[in-house]
């Protein structure tokens, strides 16, 4: 199978030569893009999606014949620049064709095509579609540059800032989220407003509320196991499954995936439960709090830990909870976690959940062990499997930024060697402490002034980022005060796209 089309002249895929022009392969790249080619064929592949992650975190794709995606490793493929002017509901958030787009990046000046890399090292073969490959993919600029907005390139630039103190980063992913069946399909966008059109009308799949019930999951399999096989047949089994206390609620985790295969991992996950649920007739929907009767929150725990050049556990001391390392990157974390609030949650709807015993934080402290802190430490004392749980995210954070987030804010402490506060012995929503962001817009606020992450994020991606969340605060408040009004506007905009 070849690239080439008839006449030399190409398949009209990317620009020639994009990938070695511009140095954009590893040796372990090349190699991997050297054995998908070969699995395309042995597999009769007649579509590969390759696979943009937008500001959101949601999957945007070109479906590719198989040679234009063995072409694609070569030379890229064009990809409409115009979704990275698009907030949630799809509506164009900056100033249409402005200079730098509307948000000071020259190159997006006049909506352009960007050029997308298909990553091999992430190739799969859907087992759910026909004949059909799925890769992540790299953002360019058709100059070689990378964007400045994509978020597997921002998660890069903090993994080699930590590689270069010697460590890498380990993530563990433990995500709740819905499963709902349609009522009817009376789901599309209203024709030609560029605007939500009603909710999805949507039944429960299961009833009652009792927490890791074996009852209720048993009798949810006819759901969760084809969920499940879904995930072993992509390379990602899930470590455990759990009944969680919504109805229609479930939790999956996994165990520890170091670096950039954490966030990527993330995408694949919710890709899989969104594509089979769909087969199904059901939506899994990773939005944080579905505004549906007797609906409780989801959140996304991050697992965290890092491991250093001899390979042992850095947060593992023989006689405290944490070693200095751990503690520098705690406090780290703790001194930014109004600013990074934003990354882990990025919409509207996740505040609601920041409010006394909830089982999420709602103020800044950490804890050992205790589900209500927001930094939750497990393991202690010479325990090679210590590491530490943010709990703050939502499911639907874009995994890329808010990983880079935290490893942002964890080595500016161990830079610092900054000092947590007093550990929280007794119950953390009683602790005099200040409170998490109560809002979106003033999440946005925080990140706005956060000299650390202009430093590490660039100016440009945190001005863009600030100025897609004020709109998006804008829209809501344009809503009104009638609370029904705004539970509405909440799910058009985040139950289906999340």
């Known amino acids: 199978m070849s690239g080439n089309g008839a006449g030399g002249i190409g398949l009209g895929v990317g620009a020639a030569g994009f990938v070695e022009?511009?140095?954009?392969?590893?040796?372990?790249?090349?190699?991997?893009?050297?054995?998908?080619?070969?699995?395309?064929?042995?597999?009769?592949?007649?579509?590969?999606?390759?696979?943009?992650?937008?500001?959101?975190?949601?999957?945007?794709?070109?479906?590719?014949?198989?040679?234009?995606?063995?072409?694609?490793?070569?030379?890229?493929?064009?990809?409409?620049?115009?979704?990275?002017?698009?907030?949630?509901?799809?509506?164009?958030?900056?100033?249409?064709?402005?200079?730098?787009?509307?948000?000071?990046?020259?190159?997006?000046?006049?909506?352009?095509?960007?050029?997308?890399?298909?990553?091999?090292?992430?190739?799969?073969?859907?087992?759910?579609?026909?004949?059909?490959?799925?890769?992540?993919?790299?953002?360019?600029?058709?100059?070689?540059?990378?964007?400045?907005?994509?978020?597997?390139?921002?998660?890069?630039?903090?993994?080699?800032?930590?590689?270069?103190?010697?460590?890498?980063?380990?993530?563990?992913?433990?995500?709740?989220?819905?499963?709902?069946?349609?009522?009817?399909?009376?789901?599309?966008?209203?024709?030609?407003?560029?605007?939500?059109?009603?909710?999805?009308?949507v039944d429960v799949v299961e009833r009652g509320y009792q927490f890791l019930s074996d009852l209720r999951l048993d009798g949810a399999t006819h759901i969760l196991e084809p969920l499940r096989d879904g995930l072993w047949d992509v390379g990602l089994p899930p470590r455990s499954i759990e009944d969680e206390w919504g109805p229609g609620q479930f939790e999956f985790t996994f165990g520890p995936m170091e670096g950039l295969h954490a966030a990527d991992a993330m995408i694949l996950f919710r890709s899989t439960m969104k594509a089979v649920c769909n087969r199904m007739?059901?939506?899994?929907?990773?939005?944080?709090?579905?505004?549906?009767?007797?609906?409780?929150?989801?959140?996304?725990?991050?697992?965290?830990?890092?491991?250093?050049?001899?390979?042992?556990?850095?947060?593992?001391?023989?006689?405290?909870?944490l070693s200095p390392v751990g503690l520098q990157w705690v406090a780290g974390l703790l001194d930014h976690a109004?600013?990074?609030?934003?990354?882990?949650?990025?919409?509207?709807?996740?505040?609601?959940?920041?409010?006394?015993?909830?089982?999420?934080?709602?103020?800044?402290?950490?804890?050992?062990d205790n589900r209500g802190a927001l930094i939750r430490i497990q393991g202690g004392p010479g325990d090679s499997s210590?590491?530490?749980?943010?709990?703050?995210?939502?499911?639907?954070?874009?995994?890329?930024?808010?990983?880079?987030?935290?490893?942002?804010?964890?080595?500016?402490?161990?830079?610092?060697?900054?000092?947590?506060?007093?550990?929280?012995?007794?119950?953390p929503y009683a602790e005099e402490a200040e409170l998490l962001p109560q809002s979106l817009g003033e999440a946005a606020d925080e990140l706005d002034g956060s000299a650390l992450y202009r430093s590490a994020f660039g100016d440009a991606l945190v001005d863009y980022i600030v100025m897609m969340k004020r709109a998006e605060v804008a829209r809501h408040a344009a809503v009104g005060g009638d609370e029904e009004a705004r539970d509405d506007w909440e799910m058009r905009e985040y139950f289906e796209i999340y």
């Open 21 to 201: 022009a511009h140095g954009l392969y590893s040796d372990e790249q090349r190699a991997a893009a050297a054995e998908v080619e070969a699995k395309i064929a042995e597999a009769g592949l007649r579509t590969v999606r390759v696979i943009l992650v937008d500001q959101h975190g949601i999957p945007r794709t070109k479906h590719l014949s198989a040679d234009a995606a063995i072409s694609a490793m070569r030379n890229g493929s064009d990809f409409s620049g115009a979704i990275y002017s698009l907030d949630t509901g799809n509506c164009v958030f900056p100033p249409a064709f402005a200079q730098g787009g509307g948000f000071g990046i020259d190159e997006f000046t006049g909506f352009p095509d960007i050029s997308i890399v298909p990553d091999p090292t992430t190739f799969r073969i859907l087992p759910w579609a026909d004949r059909t490959g799925w890769m992540l993919c790299d953002v360019y600029f058709s100059n070689g540059k990378p964007l400045p907005l994509d978020g597997r390139a921002v998660l890069r630039g903090q993994l080699a800032r930590l590689a270069e103190r010697g460590y890498r980063c380990f993530s563990g992913l433990e995500v709740e989220f819905y499963v709902t069946r349609y009522v009817d399909e009376g789901r599309i966008a209203l024709e030609g407003t560029g605007q939500p059109g009603p909710a999805p009308e």
């Open 281 to 321: 007739g059901m939506l899994a929907s990773f939005m944080c709090w579905p505004k549906l009767p007797n609906f409780f929150p989801s959140g996304w725990h991050l697992h965290q830990s890092l491991v250093d050049a001899g390979g042992a556990n850095a947060f593992v001391d023989d006689r405290e909870v």
């Open 338 to 368: 109004k600013a990074m609030t934003v990354f882990g949650d990025p919409t509207i709807n996740a505040y609601h959940r920041f409010r006394p015993y909830s089982f999420a934080p709602d103020r800044i402290g950490w804890a050992v």
């Open 386 to 427: 210590t590491h530490v749980e943010n709990r703050m995210s939502e499911p639907a954070a874009n995994p890329y930024l808010w990983l880079a987030a935290n490893i942002a804010a964890g080595l500016d402490g161990m830079e610092r060697n900054a000092t947590p506060p007093p550990i929280v012995i007794g119950d």
